[in-house]
């Protein structure tokens, strides 16, 4: 495992996590809930950071802290923002232990697997549904992602114009809700011309919102010393 689950005996060492957030610094309620329960859990401070915001600081120093990346590839945030973060909270005063990006977890990894294989049992194929992105890690952690799921993939800038070959349910790659997993919702509905088609037979959510994914992030979370 990652992390290494257990009760709760005491109380955890403060927790930042790290979330690309909305424009103008919006945190999705999904992931203040989120939070919220978290620190409950953990008996802790859970702090969240949308890289889309200013930094702020709790105005104390923390000999332990850790810093938990909720981002799902290893996009110029991981491999940029992530460590200039850490730097800033070392220089503040912060002792840092840092999570790989959520992408990388190994549980996280096998109930997508899970996912898609309950998907071809019924009949359907799994398209994964990701922001668009540059040639580079990022890409090359997505193709090696299409091979260990079995999935289809599909950047969202190609959506409008995509016309599943086979029956289909689309899986967004979002932590929580955006305006790709919206747009997926509006592909389960009918449309012109004949106006009882649909493009996807299934749409998940984003996996904040489906209760089995977030009770496994709560868990792994939760579980950290």
Same mark, same amino acid.
């Given at each position: 495992?990652?992390?290494?689950?257990? /009760?709760?005996?005491?109380?955890? %060492? /403060?927790?930042?996590?790290?979330? +690309?957030?909305?424009?103008?610094?919006?945190?999705?309620?999904?992931?203040?809930?989120?939070? @919220?329960?978290?620190?409950?859990?953990?008996?802790?401070?859970?702090?969240?950071?949308?890289?889309?915001?200013?930094?702020?600081?709790?105005?104390? #120093? +923390?000999?332990?802290? &850790?810093?938990?990346?909720?981002?799902?590839?290893?996009? @110029?945030?991981?491999? @940029?923002?992530?460590?200039?973060?850490?730097?800033?909270?070392? #220089?503040?005063?912060?002792?840092? $232990?840092?999570?790989?990006?959520?992408?990388? &977890?190994?549980? *996280?990894?096998?109930?997508?697997?899970? &996912?898609?294989?309950?998907?071809?049992?019924?009949?359907?194929?799994?398209?994964?549904?990701?922001?668009?992105?540059?040639?580079?890690?990022?890409? #090359? +952690?997505? =193709?090696?992602?299409?091979?260990?799921?079995?999935?289809?993939?599909?950047?969202?800038?190609?959506?409008? %114009?995509? =016309?599943?070959?086979?029956?289909?349910?689309?899986?967004?790659?979002? *932590?929580?809700?955006? $305006?790709?997993?919206? @747009?997926?919702? %509006? $592909?389960?509905?009918?449309?012109?011309? =004949?106006?009882? =088609?649909?493009?996807?037979? %299934?749409?998940?959510?984003?996996?904040?919102?489906?209760?089995?994914?977030?009770?496994?992030?709560?868990? *792994?979370?939760?579980?950290?010393?």
């Amino acid at each position: 495992m990652l992390l290494q689950d257990g /009760p709760r005996l005491a109380p955890g %060492h /403060p927790l930042l996590l790290v979330v +690309h957030g909305r424009e103008g610094g919006h945190v999705p309620e999904g992931i203040e809930r989120f939070a @919220s329960d978290l620190a409950g859990r953990r008996r802790a401070p859970v702090r969240v950071q949308a890289l889309t915001a200013d930094v702020v600081e709790d105005g104390a #120093r +923390h000999p332990c802290l &850790w810093l938990a990346p909720l981002l799902l590839l290893p996009g @110029s945030h991981v491999r @940029s923002d992530i460590p200039a973060i850490a730097r800033r909270l070392q #220089r503040d005063g912060h002792g840092v $232990r840092r999570l790989p990006f959520l992408g990388a &977890w190994p549980e *996280l990894l096998r109930m997508m697997r899970e &996912w898609v294989e309950r998907e071809r049992a019924n009949g359907r194929r799994t398209v994964l549904v990701h922001h668009p992105l540059r040639p580079g890690l990022a890409r #090359r +952690h997505l =193709t090696t992602l299409q091979r260990r799921l079995g999935a289809e993939l599909l950047p969202a800038d190609q959506l409008r %114009h995509y =016309t599943p070959a086979h029956r289909s349910a689309a899986l967004p790659l979002a *932590l929580a809700a955006n $305006r790709m997993s919206d @747009s997926l919702q %509006h $592909r389960l509905r009918p449309h012109p011309p =004949t106006g009882c =088609t649909t493009d996807f037979e %299934h749409v998940f959510p984003p996996l904040l919102d489906d209760p089995r994914c977030r009770t496994l992030l709560l868990r *792994l979370l939760s579980a950290l010393p």
